[in-house]
């Protein structure tokens, strides 16, 4: 099946120590999203990718970055993380054709100590 | 400023209630709505697109409908079940292919 693949599900970090998380897809879709999504808060778009453009959120902290070095796969940097980056992280992707419809995957919970 | 609000933030019915969500957004000029399921811990499972033409979606026992005149959208739920818990998101495309999203409604049916 087509899908939107996470890795890893969990992740322990320590505080201020570089992290990198992993989403990769077989949709061969154009577009891949990541988000941060915070306990009991709405998911929030930190940046994304139509093809090779990086495009990044006006709010987001300059300790996250984000590495496209293909269509199948992204990544997402924490430079230092704090213990406020202690979140779901949601990778997501759409297709700039028909209905832009966005397909999540299964999502990472990083945890900083 | 483009917001998406969900009113009620938390419900708990018993099991075969029949149950509206709402979602609410500030701008009219919407390219489409997407109504999403999130079980505690996991990702998101995309449920119902409704394109901006398009004044509602069926898929089995949900029902999503769209006023882009009044900036809403409801999320019918027939016949509910526990299986059913979950929290429901409801995300707009205001263009630009990004979503934004509403705080979610928790759902509990009781069985």
């Known amino acids: 099946d087509a899908m939107v693949i996470q890795n890893p599900r969990y992740q322990v970090t320590q505080f201020g120590k570089p992290v990198t998380l992993s989403c990769s897809q077989t949709l061969n879709h154009n577009v891949m999203y990541w988000y941060q999504q915070k306990s009991s808060q709405a998911p929030k778009l930190l940046f994304h990718?139509?093809?090779?453009?990086?495009?990044n959120e006006a709010d987001t902290p300059d300790n996250f970055q984000s590495r496209r070095p293909n269509t199948s796969f992204c990544f997402l940097d924490i430079r230092s993380p704090g213990l406020g980056d202690a979140a779901m992280y949601l990778c997501?992707?759409?297709?700039?054709?028909?209905?832009?419809?966005?397909?999540f995957g299964p999502g990472t919970r990083l945890t900083v100590t | 400023k483009q917001e998406v609000t969900q009113i009620p933030a938390a419900l708990s019915v018993p099991e075969g209630e029949n149950l509206v969500l709402n979602c609410s957004f500030t701008?009219?000029?919407?390219?489409?709505l997407q109504w999403f399921r999130q079980d505690p811990g996991k990702g998101l499972t995309s449920l119902l697109l409704?394109?901006?033409?398009?004044r509602e979606q069926t898929s089995g026992r949900l029902n999503a409908s769209l006023d882009k005149s009044s900036g809403r959208s409801t999320l019918y739920i027939a016949a509910s079940q526990p299986g059913d818990s979950a929290t429901y998101l409801c995300a707009v495309c205001f263009g630009g292919n990004k979503l934004v999203f509403g705080a979610g409604t928790i759902l509990r049916v009781k069985s």
């Open positions: 990718y139509y093809d090779k453009d990086f495009n």
């Open positions: 701008d009219s000029a919407i390219y489409n």
């Open positions: 997501a992707t759409s297709t700039m054709a028909l209905t832009y419809e966005q397909y």
């Open positions: 409704i394109q901006s033409s398009q």
